[in-house]
């Protein structure tokens, strides 16, 4: 069992339980209590639990909102882009100049960004300026782009976000994708996000596609871009065969974020 899938059946009995032992967990896991120990260190700095004697409970006042909106695929989804995360973020050095695209890895890459000095981040996403406290306490910069308000998303596009982002130039670059396809390339959920995602990565040195394997011989809304644009990819889980060989072929660097071997964040 991987470990994103023993955290996802940990949270969802503690949403039932209130509280849960780590003998009896263990067992019904079928792994060590070692394992599981680990598992609670990862989730408690989550928010999610608080460890006690022999267990862990349900730590209801500080992940209230957490908890509220935990489903199966959050948790699986959520472990798969904190594992991009911890990739990309290697990629970026003190005083550093990024621009965070939209989306929920993003996020996992700006909670990252704590112990850097220096940065300048660029976003149009709210919720991802919403992690970067901790750029402003170490002297860097956070940037809005300014723009419309999406109605169910808190993302900042329309000519005035694309405005702000002609007049940049900055280091590096993440951009969530969300189909990746041999044919037709990369591409994403809205005309929106491409317009945006194009003009970031006009900015950018350097752009990072991310994605998680589930994206692999699909195609979203909006055609991106053909595969060749980003030369740098970071994804979850297996890669298939083909998209290996045309990474090698096009000397494009490829990461897979692999957690089979449970280490420790």
């Known amino acids: 069992m991987f470990p994103y ?15 849960v032992g780590l003998v009896s967990l263990s ?8 394992t599981v120990r680990r598992d609670f260190d990862y989730l408690e700095k989550e928010g999610f639990l608080t460890k006690i004697y022999g267990g862990a409970m349900l730590n209801e006042e500080e ?26 973020a290697h990629f970026v050095r003190d005083g550093n100049s990024v ?17 850097k000095q220096a940065l300048t981040v660029v976003t149009n996403d709210i919720n991802v300026s919403n992690e970067l406290s901790p750029v402003r306490e170490a002297g860097g910069k956070v940037i809005l782009t ?10 900042l596009s329309g000519p005035l976000a694309v405005k702000a982002l002609e007049g940049m130039h900055v ?13 037709s390339g990369y591409s994403v959920e809205s005309y929106e996000k491409a317009e945006i995602s194009n003009q970031i990565f006009r900015a950018s040195d350097v752009s ?4 998680d394997s589930d994206k692999f011989f699909k195609s979203s809304f909006c055609r991106l871009a053909p595969l060749s644009q980003f030369a740098k990819i970071v994804t979850s889980g297996k890669v298939p065969d083909e998209f290996q060989r045309y990474c090698v072929s096009g000397n494009i660097k490829l990461y897979q974020a692999f957690d089979v071997l449970d280490e420790s964040d």
Do not use: P
């Open 27 to 34: 067992r019904q896991l079928g792994v060590s209590e070692i």
């Open 99 to 115: 621009i965070l695209g939209q989306g929920g890895a993003s996020v996992y890459i700006a909670r990252r960004f704590g112990g």
């Open 5 to 19: 899938d023993r955290r996802s059946k940990i949270k969802k009995m503690l949403l039932k339980q209130k509280q």
């Open 171 to 183: 280091d590096i670059s993440f951009i969530e994708i969300d189909g990746v396809d041999l044919e």
């Open 208 to 211: 990072v596609a991310m994605f």
């Open 63 to 88: 992940s209230a909102e957490a908890n509220a909106n935990f489903d199966e695929e959050d948790g699986e989804l959520g472990e798969a882009r904190a594992q991009i995360a911890k990739i990309a």
């Open 146 to 155: 300014g723009g419309e308000v999406g109605y169910d998303k808190n993302i």
